[in-house]
């Protein structure tokens, strides 16, 4: 395996400089995403053999889900190992091939990176248990001892994401019960402890490694999660789970993750080709996920107050107009997303009533949420910045909402009062053709199983076919690319519209969304470009129908 010690070969590296700020980027959760050698699970061949799909759909960029070595207690967010690729996604060598296939085509490769916490099967914590109470080696993670007259009570009262005390007491090198360690998620997963020293160096490492092998950038898992309140203070509050993303607790979002991104951002700028850190910030607002956007700090933020808006014209202009104010003063993009692997696919989530939440179990209303999910997507990809697209969603997935339990794999579903556990159902595997094992999945089945009728959604069912959501998603993101209006940019100029419906417009471009349930008539913008369903143009005016979004040059 030879390394990419120069700039990613891409066919518009020479004219294309900030290409983040208006990039359409695919999120590929390679569990799911195409299995290349037929042993159930996807991994990295697959996605090598399917790359062209991504390049004919028209994204800039792909953003690959962990595939370092892990004993995926976390569907690999639980990593062993940073510079190594898990044998059931394949080698370094298939990285490596990954990377100089997506750079011929033209896309670039942003990979995960999990600092918040590692495997407990890393070396560093493996060691830390061996070496036992007070060894330097337990000082690069969060050990503690116990309260209560035998140390029998956790440290403190946080509680796990996942459910329960985010302490797990260990076992001496002797055999009794010891120190305890912290793990905001998985007991198999420790959160490392980032005021050492060692822990720094040694992730600056890890990036220069899949830097030096070509990687574009870096999403960052769990980003405002890395530094924790001096003391590790108690939080006084059970049922912590609800407090989170409107509180700023003692173990998320502290301003010393700050001095982190500045010194990876030193790292990057080492490299040529715009390389980029993306930040999972769940943060209380806005403007707090701005700060860590700052010119000297990450280059995007992922806009989850945007994902967990409803389908509601004055709820999504307010988080609009929300979002562009509060990048405008750091100078970055605004990022818009509507789905990934941790949320109920949005055909599903606007399916149901809203107000549920973003993990759901019931199907819902499906024409109705494919209809709405088809109008929020073209909706998204009008507005200022960066897109985010998570798999399966160009087919117009739903999320499959009755898997039985015993099926299941996410570590959160079985166990008590943690984050709702149903992931499952956004990461079945996707169809690729009609028929055929798995719908073209790979030949040996799927990891997840998957509905009856499945390969009615496929890649091969919905290329050609005008009406479908495939072909609406290929035609989006070429118009986008040809309207000198769309893509970057901080500003859009709201016109008048009917309650319920948005229209705004950027330069020679016009987008119009109707969020309501019944058809209205505005005059015509312009000439239409793409809409999201049937509309009619009569004379002067247009009828939209319900949950309906229409693109027009003017």
Same mark, same amino acid.
């Given at each position: 395996?030879?390394?990419?010690?120069?700039?990613?070969?891409?066919?518009?590296?020479?004219?294309? &400089?900030?290409?983040?700020?208006?990039?359409?980027?695919?999120? /590929?959760?390679?569990?799911?995403? %195409?299995?290349?050698?037929?042993?159930?699970?996807?991994?990295?061949?697959?996605?090598?053999?399917?790359?062209?799909?991504?390049?004919?759909?028209?994204?800039?960029?792909?953003?690959?889900?962990?595939?370092?070595?892990?004993?995926?207690?976390?569907?690999?967010?639980?990593? %062993?190992?940073?510079?190594? /690729?898990?044998?059931? $996604?394949?080698?370094?060598?298939?990285? =490596?091939?990954?990377?100089?296939?997506?750079?011929?085509?033209?896309?670039?490769?942003?990979?995960?990176?999990?600092?918040?916490?590692?495997?407990?099967?890393?070396?560093?914590?493996?060691?830390?248990?061996? =070496?036992?109470?007070?060894?330097?080696?337990?000082? !690069?993670?969060?050990?503690?001892?116990?309260?209560?007259?035998?140390? @029998?009570?956790?440290?403190?009262?946080?509680?796990?994401? $996942?459910?329960?005390?985010?302490?797990?007491?260990? &076992?001496?090198?002797?055999?009794?019960?010891?120190?305890?360690?912290?793990?905001?998620?998985?007991?198999?997963?420790?959160?490392?402890? #980032?005021?050492?020293?060692?822990?720094?160096?040694?992730?600056?490492?890890?990036?220069?490694? #899949?830097?030096?092998?070509?990687?574009?950038?870096?999403?960052?898992?769990?980003?405002?999660?890395?530094?924790? %309140?001096?003391?590790?203070?108690?939080?006084?509050?059970?049922?912590?789970? *609800?407090?989170?993303?409107?509180?700023?607790?003692? $173990?998320?979002?502290?301003?010393?993750?700050?001095?982190?991104?500045?010194?990876? !951002?030193?790292?990057?700028?080492?490299?040529?080709?715009?390389?980029?850190?993306?930040?999972?910030?769940?943060?209380?607002? /806005?403007?707090?996920?701005?700060?860590?956007? !700052?010119?000297?700090?990450?280059?995007?933020? $992922?806009?989850?107050?945007?994902?967990? +808006?409803?389908? =509601?014209?004055?709820?999504?202009?307010?988080?609009?107009?929300?979002?562009?104010?509060?990048?405008?003063?750091?100078?970055?993009?605004?990022? #818009?997303?509507?789905?990934?692997?941790?949320?109920?696919?949005?055909?599903?989530?606007?399916?149901?009533?809203?107000?549920?939440?973003?993990?759901? !179990?019931?199907?819902?209303?499906?024409?109705?949420?494919?209809?709405?999910?088809?109008?929020?997507?073209?909706?998204?990809?009008?507005?200022?910045? +960066?897109?985010?697209?998570?798999?399966?969603?160009?087919?117009?997935?739903?999320?499959? &909402? =009755?898997?039985?339990?015993?099926?299941?794999?996410?570590?959160?579903?079985?166990?008590? @009062?943690?984050?709702?556990?149903?992931?499952?159902?956004?990461?079945?595997?996707?169809?690729?053709? /009609?028929?055929?094992?798995?719908?073209?999945?790979?030949?040996?089945?799927?990891?997840?199983?998957?509905?009856?009728?499945?390969?009615?959604?496929?890649?091969?069912?919905?290329?050609?076919?005008?009406?479908? &959501?495939?072909?609406?998603?290929?035609?989006?993101?070429?118009?986008?690319?040809?309207?000198?209006?769309?893509?970057?940019?901080?500003?859009?100029?709201?016109?008048? %519209?009917?309650?319920?419906?948005?229209?705004?417009?950027? @330069?020679?471009?016009?987008?119009?969304?109707?969020?309501?349930?019944?058809?209205? *008539?505005?005059?015509?913008?312009?000439?239409?470009?793409?809409?999201?369903?049937?509309?009619?143009?009569?004379?002067?005016?247009?009828?939209?129908?319900?949950?309906?979004?229409? #693109?027009?040059?003017?």
């Amino acid at each position: 395996m030879t390394q990419h010690l120069a700039a990613p070969a891409t066919p518009d590296s020479a004219t294309r &400089t900030d290409w983040w700020r208006d990039a359409v980027i695919y999120q /590929v959760y390679p569990r799911s995403f %195409a299995d290349g050698n037929g042993d159930g699970m996807g991994d990295l061949q697959g996605i090598r053999a399917r790359l062209p799909h991504l390049r004919d759909l028209g994204v800039d960029a792909v953003w690959l889900s962990p595939f370092y070595a892990s004993p995926q207690a976390d569907a690999g967010y639980d990593v %062993a190992d940073y510079r190594a /690729v898990d044998p059931m $996604f394949g080698t370094l060598l298939d990285a =490596d091939a990954l990377l100089r296939d997506a750079h011929e085509l033209g896309l670039r490769v942003i990979v995960d990176l999990v600092p918040n916490h590692s495997s407990d099967r890393h070396d560093w914590f493996r060691r830390a248990l061996g =070496d036992g109470p007070g060894s330097p080696s337990r000082d !690069r993670y969060h050990f503690r001892p116990g309260k209560g007259t035998d140390g @029998e009570l956790p440290p403190n009262d946080w509680e796990s994401i $996942f459910g329960g005390p985010a302490w797990t007491r260990t &076992t001496d090198p002797d055999g009794t019960p010891g120190d305890w360690y912290l793990h905001l998620f998985a007991p198999e997963q420790p959160d490392f402890n #980032w005021e050492h020293p060692a822990v720094r160096d040694e992730f600056r490492s890890v990036l220069r490694f #899949w830097l030096d092998m070509g990687a574009d950038g870096f999403r960052v898992d769990v980003a405002h999660g890395l530094v924790k %309140a001096a003391g590790l203070p108690d939080i006084g509050h059970h049922d912590q789970l *609800r407090l989170l993303g409107n509180d700023t607790m003692p $173990f998320f979002d502290q301003d010393g993750v700050h001095e982190i991104y500045r010194s990876w !951002r030193k790292v990057l700028a080492e490299y040529a080709g715009d390389r980029i850190l993306v930040a999972e910030a769940w943060t209380p607002t /806005v403007e707090r996920t701005a700060h860590y956007v !700052r010119p000297d700090e990450m280059h995007q933020a $992922f806009n989850f107050q945007y994902l967990g +808006t409803h389908w =509601d014209a004055a709820e999504l202009r307010a988080v609009i107009d929300g979002s562009l104010a509060a990048m405008r003063p750091v100078g970055a993009p605004a990022t #818009w997303v509507l789905s990934n692997h941790d949320v109920t696919r949005h055909t599903t989530r606007f399916a149901n009533p809203p107000g549920l939440g973003t993990q759901l !179990r019931t199907p819902g209303d499906r024409a109705l949420g494919l209809r709405r999910a088809r109008a929020a997507s073209l909706l998204m990809l009008a507005l200022p910045g +960066t897109a985010y697209l998570y798999q399966g969603e160009e087919l117009g997935l739903p999320d499959v &909402t =009755d898997l039985p339990d015993e099926a299941r794999q996410d570590p959160s579903f079985h166990r008590a @009062e943690g984050q709702d556990g149903f992931r499952d159902g956004c990461r079945v595997p996707i169809p690729w053709t /009609v028929e055929g094992p798995s719908y073209g999945f790979g030949t040996g089945g799927s990891w997840l199983p998957q509905p009856a009728g499945w390969g009615e959604l496929s890649v091969q069912a919905q290329t050609g076919d005008p009406a479908s &959501t495939l072909e609406l998603y290929r035609a989006a993101l070429r118009v986008r690319r040809e309207q000198p209006g769309l893509g970057a940019g901080d500003a859009l100029e709201w016109n008048a %519209a009917p309650d319920g419906v948005l229209s705004f417009r950027r @330069e020679s471009f016009v987008c119009t969304a109707n969020t309501t349930g019944a058809a209205v *008539r505005l005059p015509v913008p312009g000439r239409m470009l793409l809409a999201s369903g049937p509309v009619r143009v009569a004379g002067d005016e247009v009828e939209l129908p319900a949950d309906t979004t229409a #693109w027009w040059a003017v």
